[in-house]
């Protein structure tokens, strides 16, 4: 028997590197759970291949879309046709897909799948004050969803205050939400999309007092799995929200973004 090799979907991700991602374990045993005829490659791509891949990539009629980590991001967003207006707004992109006549259209979920998990745990957004640790592609992106999802307050600090101070500005034709640079006194939210908590990163994202005062703790780390942010949260009773999670809630986005599984309910 014949098999028709045109009816996989291939869904690379590229990165340099690339061999610490772990997406296409977890995404392949997703479509083995669900017979879905589709596998995502690692590529270990340098910046200098970007323009022959995007190439290819519009004329690769089973590729779907692609997905892309550091240090890609920002210059993969230039060369998509289309930008979906978030990701426009900080200039990055995780992932890119491949509509039927070429176009490629990019998007970063960072964001969502933050506050999909967090929302997951019970904890409610809307009219809550936020702190954010990391004004990054990561920090930005959940940024920009938590003040869609109409956070009260947003405090953005990094260890560079002037990259907090860019990423306030830019913000502020997301939504009505109050911006403040800093780490605030009190919290309900507490979100680490920084390094801080990494193998050898100190100090640590943010004070002990504003993480026992808040009702959720998240960290956007998946190494080490449970950092020390998420496990004084958790000794504490506070509902957490891990880098794992946070993937997991993301990559239902990025699919259903993709055409590979049904459409996740929730904001836009």
Request: some cysteine; overall charge negative.
């Amino acid at each position: 028997m014949k098999t028709d090799l045109t009816a996989t979907r291939v869904i690379p991700i590229l990165g340099d590197p690339v061999a610490q991602v772990a997406t296409p374990r977890l995404w392949n045993a997703v479509f083995s759970d669900a017979g879905t005829d589709a596998v995502c490659v690692p590529i270990d791509l340098p910046s200098q291949g970007l323009g022959a891949f995007v190439d290819w990539v519009r004329m690769a009629r089973n590729v779907p879309g692609f997905l892309t980590t550091i240090p890609h991001k920002a210059a993969l967003a230039g060369a998509c046709d289309r930008v979906e207006p978030d990701a426009r707004i900080l200039g990055v992109v995780n992932t890119i897909r491949r509509d039927a006549d070429g176009m490629l259209v990019g998007e970063m979920f960072d964001g969502f799948g933050m506050m999909d998990a967090i929302e997951a745990t019970g904890t409610v957004v809307s009219g809550a004050q936020i702190a954010i640790c990391g004004a990054g592609a990561a920090g930005g992106a959940i940024a920009i969803q938590a003040i869609r999802r109409g956070a009260k307050v947003l405090h953005i600090t990094d260890m560079a205050p002037a990259r907090a101070a860019d990423l306030i500005a830019r913000l502020s034709v997301v939504g009505q939400t109050e911006l403040h640079v800093g780490i605030p006194q009190v919290a309900d939210i507490v979100i680490n999309a920084s390094p801080a908590g990494s193998p050898g990163e100190a100090p640590p994202a943010f004070p002990a007092a504003l993480t026992d005062g808040a009702t959720c703790v998240a960290d956007a780390l998946t190494d080490p799995a449970e950092t020390a942010l998420i496990a004084a949260a958790r000794a504490g009773g506070l509902r957490v929200v891990t880098g794992t999670d946070m993937a997991a809630h993301q990559a239902a986005r990025m699919r259903a973004f993709l055409g590979l599984q049904e459409a996740v309910a929730g904001p836009r």
